[in-house]
């Protein structure tokens, strides 16, 4: 041991010799400062475009946005179209989940059929069967047994109890948004299916040994627990259905954001602007959904140490380590 | 019926794929006993206790609890097996500690324990929370309750888990293995609240390494091997004289085990008052 590696360099001067508090040099990183460098380039690029290229028009842009049939059309369309086709979409893709993981062997097949046909079609496609599917009962869609009309013929007696118009009945919102919540319950039926089985199998041996049924294990137990492991793929399946909407075309279905802007366009010849203005609500509308996935996964998320704030922390010293080189 | 033995297990057995555990089990629990299940790992004790509260189906014999045939009815000599919600009424007399505490991780620990007086015996959430609160400080965690189980040390979580299957009011505990899963310096804590609740007159089936805990606690252990009971009797007779082969040297390893853990423990101590 040589003299040099024994006597310790004391900076902060307290006297006893001991080292102290550390204040080091922090490590550069000169590949940021160049990366920094080629997007603040990329980010001039654009913002030049968008400033100086007169076809944006972008007083336009802007009262394209604010239209009245633009904003009833994002509204009905494509906000609470988002809406109810998530809800059926959940609802039924948990009830799809629950009977894939059924003893029922009946059952496990029906939703494994279920999920194979839907996730097989095309939305589009879909959406535009729904708004056609009208065509199949010209004289309306009767209510009642099965076969009603041909035991009514050979019998006598009518097991038809009302009779929808069915046209009316599946164009429009309410065709759309079954379409979108029927597809998307496929998908949701595998999320779901992932959630519970992420689900410690001792979870549901605790209730059950409490007392507790099986739905109410499942409800009270295993689905809360799920839900932490549910909830962000769902924020991304709502994110997706939103701008599926887009598709309510194929109903057709006139009161939805982006068919009504696509219209404006097409009648004041000013294409690019309108499709600029859909590009900025669909901005919007997915960024404030993003806020409510953090809250949702808060909200899932307690008892299990996850912590979102914390996280957000963390971003913040990533920025700051990026001049300092500081903890990572 | 108090004649009737509270638990009253005749000839159980049990295979998982054709590998057989349970060999014919015969084990009589009267009420207020303490009974510990010990023997070596796969010699079938835990899938016993979770044959008697149904967590397993059993192949054959039959399992009375307080009188009642358990999973299944006796029609006129032909059984029948019962509903769901039978066999849940069932568990509802019989609470359970597991290995890995199990508490639900999205509930405090007042929470774990209001839920399933609340939710399965319908009473108010105020009653409920009231004696929660009173189990809670019978294990010494009164201070506790609002903290989820992350929050929690793994002897503290084993206490609430107590407490949360005393809740049902239960006619017998079954433990299993109530303290593998702690920390050594954890385990006297959950063995203190264990032998508070045998003083009530709680009757006990306790699957457990722990000697000590047997040989001051139990009115009754049963040694377990091979899926049989190869020995069963007053705990000084069993773990100090054992008559068979099989049990003499399971509590020799047992003994040699404890002796390196007690001396890991106190090494640990030493360690940490330096």
Redesign the interface.
């Known amino acids: 041991m040589s003299d040099s590696t024994v006597s310790v360099p004391d900076p902060t001067g307290d006297g006893d010799g001991r080292p102290g508090r550390i204040d080091a040099v922090p490590v550069r990183h000169p590949g940021r400062w160049v990366a920094i460098a080629v997007l603040a380039l990329i980010v001039a690029m654009i913002a030049n475009l968008l400033i100086t290229n007169s076809a944006f028009e972008w007083d336009f842009v802007r009262q394209a946005m604010i239209q009245s049939p633009v904003i009833n059309g994002l509204l009905v369309g494509t906000l609470l179209g988002t809406a109810l086709a998530m809800l059926v979409g959940v609802a039924f893709g948990v009830v799809l989940a629950v009977m894939r993981l059924s003893d029922n062997p009946v059952l496990r097949y029906s939703a494994w059929v279920y999920t194979w046909f839907f996730r097989a079609i095309p939305r589009l496609v879909l959406l535009t069967i729904m708004g056609a599917l009208g065509y199949l009962w010209p004289d309306g869609l009767g209510l009642g047994m099965p076969f009603a009309h041909e035991l009514h013929n050979a019998f006598g007696p009518d097991f038809t109890f009302a009779t929808i118009n069915a046209n009316k009945l599946f164009s429009g919102l309410f065709g759309g948004v079954v379409g979108l919540g029927l597809s998307e319950a496929a998908y949701m039926a595998e999320i779901a299916r992932a959630g519970i089985l992420s689900v ?1 199998p ?2 549901r ?10 739905g ?1 294990s499942m409800r ?2 295993v689905l ?2 799920a839900m932490r492991v549910i909830v962000p793929p769902t924020g991304n399946e709502t994110i997706a259905m939103l701008k599926d909407t887009s598709l309510l075309i194929g109903i057709p279905l006139g009161t939805e954001m982006f068919f009504q802007l696509e219209a404006i366009g097409s009648r004041t010849y000013k294409v690019f602007p309108v499709l600029v203005a859909a590009v900025i609500w669909y901005l919007i509308v997915c960024s404030v959904l993003m806020i409510l996935q953090a809250r949702l996964e808060r909200h ?1 998320g ?4 996850s912590k979102p704030v914390a996280r957000e922390q963390g971003v913040r010293a990533r920025m700051l380590g990026l001049a300092g080189g500081g903890p990572r | 019926m108090s004649d009737v033995p509270l638990v009253h297990a005749v000839n159980v057995t049990k295979a998982f794929h054709g590998n057989e555990v349970l060999k014919g089990i015969d084990l009589d629990v009267e009420a207020g006993q303490v009974v510990c299940l010990l023997g070596p790992s796969g010699s079938g004790k835990t899938t016993f206790l979770r044959c008697i509260n149904q967590l397993e189906d059993i192949d054959g014999g039959r399992i009375w609890v307080d009188g009642e045939l358990a999973g299944y009815e006796d029609r006129n000599g032909r059984l029948h097996r019962l509903p769901d919600k039978r066999i849940a009424q069932q568990r509802r007399e019989i609470g359970m500690v597991f290995q890995r505490f199990n508490l639900f991780p999205h509930m405090t620990a007042i929470e774990n324990v209001m839920e399933a007086p609340v939710r399965v015996k319908g009473k108010s959430k105020g009653e409920a929370r009231k004696r929660g609160l009173e189990l809670l400080n019978r294990v010494g965690l009164g201070d506790r309750c609002d903290h989820y189980p992350a929050q929690l040390s793994g002897g503290q979580q084993q206490r609430v888990a107590i407490a949360r299957a005393l809740a049902m009011d239960p006619k017998l505990m079954l433990f299993d293995e109530p303290t593998s899963a702690l920390d050594p310096e954890l385990v006297g804590e959950v063995l203190k609240v264990m032998r508070g609740l045998a003083d009530t007159g709680m009757t006990m089936i306790v699957v457990t390494h722990e000697m000590g805990f047997a040989r001051e606690v139990a009115d009754m252990v049963v040694f377990m091997d091979g899926g049989v009971v190869v020995e069963q009797g007053a705990p000084r007779d069993v773990i100090n004289n054992p008559q068979h082969e099989r049990t003499r040297s399971f509590l020799a390893r047992i003994r040699e085990e404890s002796a390196e853990e007690a001396a890991a423990l106190a090494e640990k101590m030493a360690a940490e008052q330096i």
């Open positions: 410690e001792g979870q041996e605790a209730a059950q040994a409490l007392g507790m049924g099986n109410l009270r137990i809360p627990q899932f307690r008892g299990f140490g």
